[in-house]
């Protein structure tokens, strides 16, 4: 898809579908009083019948179609909702040029243009961040996931037109960096979502390997791919006892990122650490038939972490950066670990496996101390980790975990750039017990069903030992299961942008 910034008045520009927003700005909630989010008379003007009538209420993904808008050169005008004027953030708008999108590819429109909502006193956002949220939101919206399917008819859209009416000056100047980061930040998310969509006999970690590497290599990016030998002679014996029951051997993936310009000797290494189970059966602690087919899934944060480098790669941030990526199947075998097997971490600390399906946090007890002996100093992983985390959370948020303060502030501040939804959950040293063990130093499950999310991250938290460490649960956010107007079902790429964002906010 071709995404463009145009400083043009919206009006005058040819094109199938023009998109405009709209907001409420009623103050109760029985009179809605809708206006579009632009500043252009004619624009108003055409769209004015329709805002009187009553008929459209403004709401978040709501959508009216009008052909032959007069005085406009478009041939139809799309008013999209955006909800409540006074509640309008960047995930409004992002979702509101998603949904524009979809709109147009629904009616197979192969162009559409978008008028960029004027930052002004009407909604509490800057030019920069409107227009990064728009084009996250059309790059977004634009894929669907029907991958394998043989009838597979979709017109994709071809051209995307932003146009923004020239403000001149500084927030012109914004409005274009706006647009080039949301660009960047949204393929890669689209890249992790691709990765993600990928079935489990399709994606297998070797494969998983093969496109880290191939991204890579267009990226401009160091990247090394193990297997079986170096993560036995790293004594990764917590990964290994997962990958040794699956036909498909291991990957252990490395990426390294270094800025254009060195930093001093005793500046921050950010380690990036992604759980990257390409299917997950449980192992012999097998899962319920229903449902097992999601655990395809389970390499979220693999592909999560492989994505932002992607766009670290390209945005160049003045930070080093390395990503670690722990890549097994679970499978349940002959050959397969066990319930009751102690095993030793590379860090030396050792295991009791309670639960071969709590495979998460043992590839990622290898992966967070190998990056610390890569050199990295400030530590974030990002898993599908525990079912508990959705129950605690929802499908809205991710939680969010860390050993360190001023590391957490950096992550939250992330999320406020971003846009994304992320809780934090505690992993105080008084859930230590939780993972006590009487064989051995801990255990890979909790003690009982409570606080489950937090047994997890107090597990991690071993690894992490006196590194600041960030942890992200994307259980409940990886996959979207229903589709929305702005979004299709499947794969939604959840934690880039944010971890871009952490990496972004340490480069200063
Ligand atoms: N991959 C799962 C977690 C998961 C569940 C991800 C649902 C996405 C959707 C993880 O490996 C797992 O099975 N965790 C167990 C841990 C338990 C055995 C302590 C869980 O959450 O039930
Ligand atoms: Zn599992
Ligand atoms: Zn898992």
Redesign the pocket.
Known sequence: MDTRLLFQNADAFETPLLAVFAANFAASTDSPSIRLLSAEPALTAAAQQLLGSGEFKGGLGETALLHNPAGLKATRLLIVGAGKAAEITSDAVRKAAGTAVRAARQRSLKALAVALPTADESIKLEAGSVARAVVEGVELGAPDYNTYRSDRKDVPVETVSLLCRSAEGASDDATRRGFAEGLVLARAQNFTRSLVNEPGNVLTPAVLGQRAKAMCDDAGLKCEVYSTEKIRELRMEAFWSVAKGSAQPPALIVIHYEPEVAPKADAPVLGLVGKG?TF?T?GI?I?PADGME??K??MAGAAAMIGAMKAIAELKPAVRVKAVICSAENMPDGAAFKPGDVVTAMSGKTIEIV?T????RLVLADGLHYAKTLGCTHLIDAA?????C?VALGLINFGVFSNDEVTYERFTQALSVSGEKGWRLPCTDDYRDHIQSQIADIMN??KNRYG?ATS?AMFLKEFAGDTPWVHLDI?GC?WNEEKKPWIAYGPSGVAVRSIVEWVRAWAG
């Open positions: 189970i997950d449980g602690s899962k999601k655990m899934y389970d639960n399906d709590a495979e998460g599908t980790l525990t079912g508990a959705m499950t909790g489950g997890a259980a990886a």
